[in-house]
């Protein structure tokens, strides 16, 4: 605890640095973060393969280890993204609202950061950049505890950035990592309220809810997701098709995407094959109800079995989809009410009632008519980078970006104003 006390006091002290960084001057620093990798491509390969070795002796799964890989193609991605970060509008000391009350007093509201950060994440090494650099930007230092899988990595990637800072004559306390990764230190670290104003967990349900348990600071506690796709009956079955795919296939291991396909049963015997056929080229498993496991049961070269109730609510992060066919929408939105959790939810229609209905009356960070799941994601939507996918419903939903790292304070400016 001592250990981790000194980290927040330093990231304390660098926050205030940080905070007061000009715009221009913290542009510069994240792309000469983002330089500096692509330089280093050759060492962060190597204490990359370590973490690499370390997983496949302990068996861990194909899933988990392309989690963890860094190669030249990913580190120039996260390179470009940490510059895209660079490129946002500036956000500290942004005016939210301004007013001249009736007393002459001059009152505005100013985003300012919320001071230290907390971060305990799993596997990607990536979000080790992605993060300094959001908190960065929005003039925030950050502690990070990755996970032992990664800790070569992650290692690196943070004396990269410390040389980085260093060089700028910046406090190399602004981005600190975690050095051991004894798991008893994170219950340490949640109590480090004194220090840390927010905790973000990125992982599976088991860190989410320790997190939730507790964090003695505010945290965010969503971003587990178990996603749906609706196909109504009035959907194109060319995009349904394709949608279907890359919810599932374009990358199955992240949290935003599709777990179930739910499909009307209007079009299911017709389209339902063809959806699997598709998906089978990637060699998906199937994990369909009783009607859907009917139609595809003589479907040649398909992996089908009978779906438990457990299945409707596992993220499966993996190449398995859940199967479920569906006589309405509102049998649609009870399956997903009942079993999604607020992360991210399609539905593919040409029918604009449906996509109101939808829109409306489904409870989650995302909601998708007629794309991806996948789209659910901050660089997707515009916010550069993002250091978690929030399903909380206060303070942060969805993809958090710059402001969803910043608090507000008031200004209130007079010339000798009392009250009465």
Same mark, same amino acid.
């Given at each position: ?5 000194? &980290? ?61 890989? &860094? ?13 895209? +970060? ?43 950049? /992605?993060?300094?650099?959001? *908190? ?7 502690? &990070? @505890? ?66 939730? %348990? %507790? ?12 996603? !749906? ?25 992240? *949290? ?12 299911? $015997?017709?389209? &339902?094959?063809?959806? +699997? ?10 994990? *369909? ?11 040649? /070269? ?5 779906? $438990? ?12 989809? #859940? +199967? @479920? ?9 009870? !399956? ?34 007629? $794309? ?9 939507? #515009?916010? #550069? ?15 958090? #970006?710059? @402001? ?10 007079? /010339? ?5």
């Amino acid at each position: 605890m001592t250990d981790l006390k000194i &980290l927040g006091k330093n990231a304390r002290l660098a926050s205030k640095a940080i905070s007061n960084l000009s715009a221009e001057k913290t542009n510069v620093l994240i792309q000469n973060i983002a330089h500096e990798l692509v330089n280093s491509s050759d060492k962060i390969i190597d204490q990359n393969q370590l973490d690499i070795d370390i997983a496949k002796s302990k068996g861990m799964t194909s899933a988990l280890i392309d989690r963890l890989v &860094l190669n030249e193609e990913r580190i120039m991605q996260i390179s470009n993204d940490a510059l895209s +970060v660079s490129k946002l509008d500036d956000v500290v000391g942004e005016i939210i609202d301004h007013r001249v009350m009736d007393n002459g007093l001059d009152v505005s509201r100013i985003r300012v950061p919320l001071g230290v950060i907390g971060v305990i994440y799993e596997s990607r090494p990536n979000v080790t950049i /992605d993060i300094a650099c959001l *908190c960065i930007k929005s003039g925030n230092a950050v502690i &990070l @505890r990755g996970g032992s899988e990664s800790i070569n990595s992650n290692r690196i990637l943070t004396q990269i950035i410390q040389k980085v800072l260093s060089d700028m004559d910046l406090p190399t306390e602004t981005v600190q990592l975690v050095q051991s990764t004894e798991r008893s230190l994170i219950n340490q670290m949640l109590r480090l309220d004194e220090y840390i104003d927010l905790m973000i967990p990125r992982g599976g349900q088991e860190l989410v809810n320790m997190v939730a %348990n %507790n964090a003695s600071m505010p945290s965010i506690t969503g971003g587990v997701g178990v996603c !749906h796709t609706f196909i109504d009956e009035s959907a194109d079955w060319d995009d349904a098709i394709e949608i279907v795919n890359n919810a599932k296939v374009q990358r199955p291991y992240v *949290c935003n995407a599709m777990d179930t396909v739910l499909i009307h049963s209007k079009i299911a $015997s017709d389209l &339902l094959p063809k959806i +699997v056929n598709r998906l089978s080229q990637s060699n998906v498993e199937f994990r *369909c109800d009783s009607r859907s496991l009917e139609i595809l049961k003589n479907v040649e /070269d398909v992996q089908v079995v009978l779906a $438990s109730d457990q299945d409707w609510d596992t993220e499966f992060l993996d190449l398995i989809a #859940g +199967v @479920r066919i569906v006589d309405s929408l509102d049998m649609a939105l009870e !399956h997903i009410e009942s079993h999604g959790t607020g992360h991210s939810e399609a539905i593919i229609t040409k029918n604009s009632d449906s996509i109101s209905r939808f829109r409306n009356e489904v409870d989650a960070s995302a909601v998708m008519i007629n $794309s991806s799941t996948r789209f659910n994601d901050g660089g997707q939507l #515009g916010l #550069g980078a993002e250091v978690a996918i929030s399903t909380n419903k206060i303070h942060a939903r969805g993809p958090m #970006g710059l @402001r969803e790292l910043m608090s507000y304070k008031w200004i209130v400016q007079g /010339d000798g104003q009392i009250r009465n």
